[in-house]
């Protein structure tokens, strides 16, 4: 299989019917295997997510990630718009699924599409992912070391987010969750709490947490980055969306 791509920003329509900003990549001469939507981190949509958006696309499948702070800072950069987002306490749940949404139909509508479409987010992503897969007719949901699913933040925290344990029988799709032994946000009680809600409701899930990272252990461009974790994390990404996004 080739290694061409295409990649770029494109304009998508959300679910609640405004044009935002994304970024898709996908490969020209493969028959694709489904689409990822790539939920960005709290950062924004920077470097990192498009260098995520690639990496999927150069293992053959159309990947999408859609800018979460198109409305509230267009044309800002990264580190700007999530400044301004984080001050208005984060991205409504609403306008989340609304823009994935537009993302799986945007994937869909694709040249070669077989019409799978799986959801991947990290860090507040991770929380989104849950929430979208509990929201929308997925194939497959990653959870990237997603806090706030199961606990509230503490007052003071520049997310203004609630629980969404309570959505757990409707997610709809099969969730991978990867997360750090040394993190805070999820800490392993949490992750234990959500763990422990799937198993009692029959839900379908598969979860791994790494020893000796913590937060962001995927992000390469940080002090957190621990690359044995990341290495086992994409091995289990890609085997875990192969299974569920293939033809």
Request: net charge negative.
């Amino acid at each position: 299989m080739s290694d061409t791509m295409t990649a770029g920003t494109v304009t998508i329509t959300s679910g609640d019917g405004e044009e935002i900003e994304a970024y898709l990549a996908h490969p020209v001469d493969a028959p694709h295997r489904g689409g990822v939507v790539v939920i960005h981190h709290m950062p924004g949509y920077d470097r990192w997510s498009k260098e995520v958006v690639r990496r999927f696309a150069s293992d053959g499948w159309a990947a999408l990630c859609p800018n979460l702070y198109s409305r509230q800072a267009p044309g800002a950069s990264p580190d700007d718009a999530a400044a301004a987002v984080r001050a208005l306490g984060g991205v409504s749940d609403e306008q989340l699924i609304a823009d994935v949404e537009g993302a799986m139909r945007h994937l869909k509508s694709l040249p070669g599409a077989n019409g799978k479409v799986g959801v991947i987010g990290h860090c507040s992503g991770g929380r989104q992912a849950f929430l979208a897969a509990c929201s929308l007719p997925l194939d497959a949901a990653v959870d990237c070391y997603g806090a706030f699913v199961a606990k509230e933040p503490d007052a003071g925290f520049p997310l203004k987010v609630k629980p969404v344990l309570g959505l757990a029988g409707n997610l709809s799709a099969p969730l991978l969750g990867l997360f750090g032994a040394e993190d805070s946000f999820p800490a392993p009680d949490e992750v234990a709490q959500l763990a422990a809600e799937l198993e009692r409701l029959g839900k379908d899930h598969e979860f791994h947490t790494y020893e000796g990272a913590g937060h962001a252990f995927f992000a390469t461009d940080r002090p957190s980055y621990r690359p044995e974790a990341a290495v086992d994390g994409w091995e289990k990404i890609y085997g875990f969306f192969g299974r569920h996004l293939s033809a």
